[in-house]
């Protein structure tokens, strides 16, 4: 008989986190309490028009959703929207749980939340989905669940700038006369209120967290490995979102190696690199990763073999629950970055810090996609892109400089060089900026907080963050 497989509960495993790390708070229990649950849940079932495949005649289908706002302590609350069929929810809670402090992590002052709606978006048309969304946003509007001041969702797993731009328009036609109705969600494409650099924010982030990981001589050493990032080898589980921009943004500024990649429907291990920009074009073409050239191939079944292969840094950018005490034991990365959330089970977690590997939690490896979603939620209420006013004047100001360099030297600075210094921020300039220190600093934090009582890196994230929510509570005048 085939052994039964028991996948851990996502929502178990954050409270188990949340668990270890309580006691490096500080905080009494009462305030502990009132952190831990979810503030508000929301579960709907809405009925859409879907086109019979068969019979091709049009039929009403009952959809179940989600929206879960965890903390209130801060407003609006924020978190992405997640199409999938493992949409549950306990997933949900868990998922808004994580938002929470995430966002106190990278200090983006919101509450968290999430959303889900439980489809495979592969089963619909175009035309389905959008009905979907809009029906899901109506659904959100008039139980007051979203807003730019109530709760803003984002992209998540299966979602993306489409949905995103569908419901900023269902939102603005429900409330018309509201001026920041675009501050309503984050994640939009750039020509519907986005902002520049946010498609591949959390990929970014992945690899600016990444990067300090691997600055700390301690840390590799502890590892049995050399510091930076520059020829390192990494395995990425998913090639969406994520785990594309993690990959060409890892190649092309860190100069790390991939050696493996794995998708739904297979998977790929080529030990003398694998091309990402390469293997989207592959996909493009021909539907799947698995036609790379050269590679050895995984099937469907055995795609999760591809965590078990020998790298430096595996990238888990798909979805949770991946490492259970199933296959904690066979993983031989020396660093795990978590781009997905919750890819590791609480209990896995203890069998993998035994063996002595890294974890960079998802917490805060993956907080670049808020971050920047953060700065286009502030420019959307502001009304004006990020650069505008300032551009100009500094590049004057610069040129100015380098000119008075000119005369006081005598010597001419070659144009291209001047026009290179000279060159005011444009907002994907700024944006990428913002990134960078934000990751960079909030590393600091954990690190430092790690460091200070001797824990693993998880739970000091979670501290951390529990702590600063906790302030908040007490600081604002929320708790009693
Ligand atoms: P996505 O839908 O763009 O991509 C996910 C990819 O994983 C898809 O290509 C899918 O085919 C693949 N996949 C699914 N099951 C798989 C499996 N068993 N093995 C290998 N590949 C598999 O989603 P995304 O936005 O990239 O999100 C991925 C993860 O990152 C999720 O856990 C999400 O919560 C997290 N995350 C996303 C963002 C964001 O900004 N999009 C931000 C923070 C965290």
């Not at 590892?223 to 190649?251: D, P």
């Amino acid at each position: 008989m085939a052994k039964q497989i028991q996948v851990p509960n996502f929502y178990t495993t954050v409270e188990n986190f949340f668990e270890k790390a309580a006691p490096y708070t500080g905080l009494d229990a009462g305030l502990l309490a009132q952190i831990r649950v979810c503030n508000s849940i929301y579960a709907i079932q809405f009925p859409v028009e879907i086109q019979n495949k068969v019979t091709g005649k049009m039929e009403v289908k009952v959809i179940e959703a989600y929206r879960v706002q965890h903390s209130h302590h801060r407003l609006p609350t924020k978190g992405g929207i997640r199409y999938s069929n493992n949409v549950d929810q306990h997933e949900v809670m868990a998922l808004a749980t994580l938002m929470s402090y995430k966002c106190a992590i990278v200090h983006v002052p919101f509450g968290g939340a999430k959303g889900g709606v439980k489809i495979n978006p592969r089963d619909y048309t175009e035309e389905e989905l959008e009905r979907i969304t809009r029906r899901y946003t109506y659904e959100l509007v008039r139980r007051n669940f979203i807003g730019p001041s109530i709760d803003v969702p984002a992209p998540d797993y299966g979602t993306g700038g489409r949905e995103m731009a569908w419901i900023y328009d269902t939102y603005r036609t429900l409330k018309e006369n509201e001026i920041d109705a675009a501050g309503c969600v984050t994640g939009k494409p750039v020509a519907v209120y986005g902002i520049q650099g946010r498609t591949e924010a959390t990929g970014r982030g992945v690899y600016y967290g990444l990067r300090e990981a691997c600055a700390d001589e301690h840390d590799m050493k502890k590892v049995g490995l050399t510091t930076g990032m520059a020829g390192k080898t990494m395995i990425i589980q998913g090639m969406g979102n994520v785990g594309s921009f993690t990959g060409t943004i890892s190649q092309e500024e860190g100069d790390v190696k991939v050696v493996g990649v794995g998708e739904y429907d297979g998977a790929i291990y080529l030990k003398s690199g694998i091309n990402i920009e390469k293997l989207l074009k592959v996909r493009d073409e021909t539907g799947s990763i698995t036609n790379y050239p050269g590679a050895t191939v995984y099937s469907k079944e055995d795609r999760n073999k591809i965590l078990e292969m020998p790298c430096d840094i595996l990238v888990p950018a798909a979805l949770e629950n991946q490492i259970t005490t199933d296959n904690a034991n066979k993983i031989k990365a020396k660093i795990i970055g978590e781009a997905a959330n919750g890819p590791i089970s609480s209990s896995a977690e203890e069998v993998l810090l035994k063996k002595g590997i890294l974890i960079v939690p998802d917490v805060y490896l993956n907080a670049g996609g808020v971050t920047v979603s953060y700065f286009e939620w502030l420019k959307n209420l502001s009304h004006m892109r990020f650069g505008r006013m300032e551009k100009r004047f500094n590049q004057t100001s610069q040129e100015r400089l380098l000119h008075a360099m000119e005369d006081l030297t005598g010597r001419k600075i070659d144009p291209e060089l001047l026009r290179k210094v000279a060159r005011g921020a444009d907002e994907v300039d700024l944006v990428r900026s913002g990134l960078e220190e934000t990751m960079s600093r909030s590393y600091g934090f954990i690190h430092e907080f790690q460091k200070k009582h001797n824990i693993d890196m998880r739970t000091a994230a979670f501290a951390y963050a529990i702590k600063l929510i906790g302030d908040d509570y007490q600081n604002l005048g929320i708790f009693p």
